[in-house]
């Protein structure tokens, strides 16, 4: 049974940082991409960052470009997301995925795989 577990989320003031991790199981991030996405209220989810897992390559969408950082350990079997100099805007439930809407990737056999989310909320 494949699961993502994340962890990491909380309360920060603007301008401050979080680090989230998406711990796996079931597979190997060896072999498939990790996706980060966030949901805002009344919003639609958004896909925002992606790491690769063949040879580590990231993408990030501009509104977190230079702010955010994706990363994995392979020995962990774990992904991150570094979020440095959080605004408002960034207040969300943010999910990883086994889905990444930016690069090609392997399915799992009983399809992507989701975290279950962790709310990070930015206060001003």
């Known amino acids: 049974q494949v699961q993502l577990v994340e962890s990491g989320g909380g309360l920060v003031q603007s301008g401050g940082s979080l680090r989230l991790s998406c711990t796996a199981s079931g597979i190997s991030l060896d072999y498939y991409n990790i996706g980060w996405f966030r949901q805002a209220p009344g919003k639609e989810r958004e896909g925002i960052s992606c790491?690769?897992?063949?040879?580590?390559?990231?993408y990030y969408i501009d509104s977190v470009k230079g702010r955010f950082t994706v990363s994995r350990d392979k020995d962990r079997n774990t992904a991150y997301l570094q979020m440095n100099s959080l605004k408002p805007e960034d207040t969300a439930a943010y999910y990883c995925?086994?889905?990444?809407?930016?690069?090609?990737?392997?399915?799992?056999?009983?399809?992507?795989?989701w975290g279950q989310g962790t709310q990070v909320t930015v206060s001003s």
């Open positions: 790491i690769n897992a063949y040879d580590g390559s990231t």
């Open positions: 995925a086994t889905k990444c809407p930016f690069m090609v990737g392997l399915v799992p056999v009983a399809g992507h795989a």
